[in-house]
């Protein structure tokens, strides 16, 4: 039996100096894509604004005073897309299968950090809680919970069908969405939470100021929300904490031999259906952790918001290089920016006519049909064969 | 599956004498001649008539099987649904809407089944398609027209028998223009990139309301023109007094009823011929098939504009009969709702799509808010149900967990493919086989169990 040449066979115990570029090589490779995407698609804008100032004299002061806070956004809506688009892509790598119950998972983290709130509310607790653990308390209880769900689902509604055709499997995932939305509907309706459940936080404290920024006289100050800063600050670590599990473990280890080929890998002793349920666990406390941060900071949740993220999340995937777990992270950073440039600047460009926040949708799906047609593997994927 | 097959075997044992021989005559004549008696004579809206009206559909699906002489299938077809159906839809006029829905949905389950089920294409947008047809009669019949060039008003009615043509143009364009870039993905991309352009199509109808408003945003568009019907004075002279709402359901119910049996007749002529067999080549192993020759590419771009041609028709029939459509009518769900009878009903078989798409119309139409009912009743005499909870509010749910039990214990439906229910057996002998043997130790089939 041939060693696989990217499971390499690393030595029992890493250096110091190993294990920080095992784990923040990956990290230094995202910050590397986010800082060029802010500034690529920045220029893009100003050089936008330019070719139509002649017509509009007042077009480059809106786009600019806008821009620090369009590429904050941006960041924020990466991270987003980041922490979901890992559980696709874990799971992907895993069993080449496409989680599309994975969005409705982010949905019930949500759900479980409003709840969350909603009995420290009751319980007149709120303002007794400091903001960090409060933070930590949702995140937790989110993260468990949605892992469990993630196996449980597993447990349910794929393992029977592993051997089965591709479409089956698939179309049992799109059956254990929908049940998931309704019973999160069912449960919240017919509970105090409501529909549109309130996410209440204890009080942050004010926006940070960063800096002030003249542009024509006039100061205009760049502010970061603190919930903006806790989210950014949350999926950072997540991210870090995931790449030194895949890349720095004996676990990790097995999960990327898994992912390389299933049979082997059981025939080298790995338990492969505890590696996938332990997949689905991490894949799924992602996203439930990102759900709950991603509620806080909106203030309110709803069981059918999951959707449209799951999808945005999947697109990030593919961008990326799906199976790839940074190519993961790059994906959604690159696609949040893209997002929240169309969101803040079509109607802008487009002298009001068309409205940037329900395009921005379909400039996500737009780039990913483009994306599949001419680079199907994605940022950071290999070109692969099609397994048959 | 020993005890299925024994199962079926007896099952057989007492339907085999109904369904062929002299036997089989009589029992189909006197089953329809019963149920349309009792529908005659209970023409009111409750369960009994629910059950009865089940009962008269599903007599079609038992003379469709039945190996009687095909004159006498046409016959009984046609007394059935040509004539007991819409009498009886002039005595109550629910069940002759929730038929005519029935029709409108066997056809689009019909065109999805060319896709998914005979090409193995998961399509999960296939509303798009719909909704472009639907759209396009709603903006060319209505004042939109004027909005996009002031120069041109609204066209005739009369110009709906064309627009029928237009409809399924359109349809195969659409469809084409999607399936070009997308088809040479694996099957789950293209699952997600149909997905994500069904909602694109949403998203624009529901915000092509500016620059210039065409498609009047999320408030849709109202007052569709409905077709002069064409033989209005004959109907008349032959002393039927109706109104006119009256007159358009019949009108509705006979034209998505011909629609429907041409449909039939296409996709079943399709499934046998050259094309069917490339087709379901493509499906089972897509490398042998391109090692025989077939071309790919066009192939399953084949499939895809046809299936959505159907849709593209169904469109302008339904934006036509609704008189208003709005963005929501053509939403995510409406897609998987279509799914749902292909895969219930059995993918790549005909009368299992026809019976998925029956089964699901009547699920939505009849069956949930009669339990919708039922329960209420119950909750006043104080069984504990939560208060909110609606069955009719629950389609997502039930949905859901039809698809999931489906594709775990029925993955071949209700009504199975013949050709595949046969592979499907052959399967099973060969594992068998393998089993008596017991030639391996722990190989790749316990790895993925």
């Known amino acids: ?388 | 599956m020993t005890t299925s097959t024994s199962s079926q075997s007896l099952w057989q044992r007492v339907t085999a004498p109904l369904s062929s021989g002299p036997t089989a005559y009589a029992f189909l004549a006197l089953y329809v001649l019963i149920c349309s008696a009792l529908l005659l004579t209970n023409p009111r809206t409750e369960l009994s008539t629910d059950i009865v009206f089940v009962l008269f559909m599903l007599s079609m699906l038992a003379v469709y099987r039945s190996r009687v002489a095909t004159w006498f299938k046409v016959v009984l077809g046609v007394v059935a649904l040509g004539i007991v159906l819409p009498y009886f839809g002039t005595l109550n006029p629910f069940y002759i809407d929730v038929a005519t829905q029935a029709g409108i949905f066997t056809t689009l389950a019909l065109g999805l089944n060319v896709v998914v089920g005979f090409a193995g294409l998961l399509d999960l947008g296939y509303v798009a398609f719909f909704a472009v047809g639907a759209y396009a009669w709603g903006i060319f019949s209505t004042t939109r027209i004027s909005n996009i060039n002031p120069a041109w008003g609204p066209v005739d009615p009369v110009m709906f028998y064309p627009f029928l043509i237009v409809g399924l143009i359109l349809g195969l364009i659409t469809g084409v223009l999607l399936g070009l870039p997308v088809l040479r993905l694996r099957g789950d991309y293209l699952a997600i990139v149909t997905l994500g352009f069904g909602e694109v199509i949403r998203v624009v109808a529901n915000n092509l309301d500016r620059p210039i408003n065409i498609t009047n945003g999320s408030q849709g568009i109202r007052d569709i023109e409905r077709p002069p019907i064409v033989i209005v004075d004959l109907v008349r002279n032959l002393g039927v007094v109706a109104d006119d709402n009256r007159l358009y359901q019949l009108f509705f119910y006979y034209l998505v009823l011909i629609i429907v049996l041409l449909t039939v007749i296409v996709v079943a002529r399709l499934k046998n011929s050259r094309i069917g067999r490339a087709w379901e080549a493509i499906r089972e192993d897509e490398v042998a098939a391109v090692a025989q020759g077939i071309p790919r590419v066009r192939m399953k771009l084949l499939a895809f504009a046809i299936g959505a041609s159907f849709a593209g028709v169904m469109g302008v029939v339904f934006a036509s009969k609704q008189l208003f459509i709005n963005p929501p009518t053509f939403d995510l769900l409406r897609s998987i709702n279509i799914l749902a009878m292909v895969i219930l009903g059995g993918m790549g078989s005909i009368p299992g799509a026809m019976l998925g798409a029956i089964i699901v119309t009547m699920l939505d139409l009849q069956i949930l808010p009669r339990l919708a009912s039922v329960l209420r009743e119950a909750q006043a005499t104080g069984a504990p149900i939560p208060r909110q909870f609606d069955p009719t509010q629950y389609q997502r749910l039930f949905f859901g967990l039809l698809l999931v039990l489906m594709m775990i214990f029925r993955p071949e439906g209700l009504w199975p493919d013949e050709r595949r229910r046969e592979e499907q057996h052959e399967v099973e002998i060969s594992d068998e086989d393998l089993e008596a043997d017991k030639v391996t130790t722990s190989t790749s089939a316990n790895t993925g169990r």
Do not use: W
């Open chain 1, 1 to 388: 039996m041939a060693v696989d040449t990217t499971v390499a066979p690393t030595p029992a115990r890493q250096s110091i100096g190993e294990l920080l570029g095992v784990v923040f090589g990956p990290v230094g490779q995202l910050l590397a894509f986010i800082v060029g995407s802010a500034t690529s698609l920045a220029l893009i804008v100003i050089l936008l604004a330019l070719a139509l100032s002649p017509s509009q004299p007042d077009i480059m002061q809106r786009v600019v005073i806008i821009l620090p806070q369009v590429i904050i956004d941006g960041l924020v809506r990466g991270f987003l897309f980041a922490t979901i688009a890992l559980g696709y892509t874990m799971v992907y790598g895993v069993l080449e299968f496409i989680n599309f119950a994975h969005g409705e998972v982010f949905m019930i983290g949500g759900v479980v950090g409003a709840t969350v709130s909603f009995l420290l509310v009751s319980a007149g607790a709120m303002e007794s809680v400091p903001p960090l653990v409060f933070v930590l308390l949702v995140v937790l209880i989110a993260m468990a919970f949605c892992g469990t769900l993630a196996v449980t689902v597993e447990r349910i509604a794929y393992r029977p069908l592993r051997n089965a055709p591709r479409l089956v499997p698939l179309i049992s995932a799109i059956g254990m969405s929908l049940i998931l939305q309704d019973l999160a509907r069912l449960v919240m309706t017919n509970s105090p939470l409501g529909f549109n459940a309130r996410y209440q936080t204890p009080n942050f404290g004010q926006p940070i100021q960063l800096f002030t920024m003249q542009v024509d006289e006039r100061s205009v100050p760049v502010v970061l929300s603190p919930r903006d800063l806790i989210f950014i600050v949350a999926a950072t670590l997540m991210l870090i904490a995931l790449n030194y599990i895949v890349n720095a473990t004996k676990l990790g280890k097995a999960i990327r031999a898994t992912a390389q080929d299933m049979p082997t890998a059981s025939l080298m002793g790995i338990d492969v259906n505890r590696i996938i349920a332990l997949t689905f666990l991490i894949g799924g406390a992602l996203g439930g952790a990102a759900g709950a941060l991603f509620g806080l900071r909106i203030g309110t949740v709803n069981p059918y918001m999951g959707l449209i993220p799951g999808l945005k999340a999947f697109t990030a995937a593919v961008l990326g290089g799906i199976g790839n777990i940074t190519g993961a992270m790059v994906g959604g950073v690159v696609l949040g920016f893209l997002e929240a440039f169309v969101a803040a600047y079509l109607s802008i460009f487009t002298g009001g006519n068309f409205s940037g926040a329900a395009y921005a949708d379909i400039a996500a799906f737009s780039i990913l049909i483009l994306l599949l047609i001419f680079r199907p593997s994605g940022l950071l994927g290999e070109a692969t064969t099609q397994k048959v």
